[in-house]
């Protein structure tokens, strides 16, 4: 796949991630790759606030993208975050094989589209936590 990182067509969303070329429904986009680490070693990197990027598998392994700006699955944005884009939707999902993390598009992306990917309703349950508690700003 031909993607490309630059700025996300959803508000305070920083960066986003993009196809220079047509992707097929079903196609695999990219793999979620980082540092292998477990949830133990997780906990400690959210406590030294060197965290934002993480994909849990399982206890034992979890994908940390935070310290691999290089890989970039990393940039693709939820299109049901906190802000949202008129006419913007997700259209990929995760899908975890053998123990690997990979987006996967749901339907036809267009060259040019924005890849967006849903993080789950528990993900943002807890940013809006966070928000709502002082403990992080966005």
């Known amino acids: 796949m ?12 920083g960066k986003g991630l993009f196809t220079t070329k047509g992707i097929k429904a079903g196609s695999k986009v990219i793999e979620y790759k980082g540092e292998i680490i477990d949830w133990k070693e997780y906990s400690k990197r959210v406590e030294n606030n060197e ?7 399982d ?30 939707k997700n259209n990929c999902e995760y899908d975890i094989s053998d123990n690997k993390c990979f987006i996967i598009a749901l339907k036809d992306i267009k060259a040019g589209e924005e890849i967006f990917v849903d993080y789950t309703k528990g993900y943002w349950d807890v940013i809006r936590y966070n928000i709502k508690h002082g403990y992080y700003n966005n």
Do not use: E, H, M
């Open 59 to 88: 206890k034992n392994r979890c994908i940390d993208a935070f310290p691999t700006p290089q890989y970039k699955a990393r940039y693709a944005n939820d299109a049901r975050g906190l802000v949202r884009a008129k006419g913007l």
């Open 51 to 57: 965290d934002g990027y993480l994909f849990y598998i």
């Open 2 to 13: 031909a993607l490309i990182v630059k700025r996300s067509q959803i508000p305070k969303s």
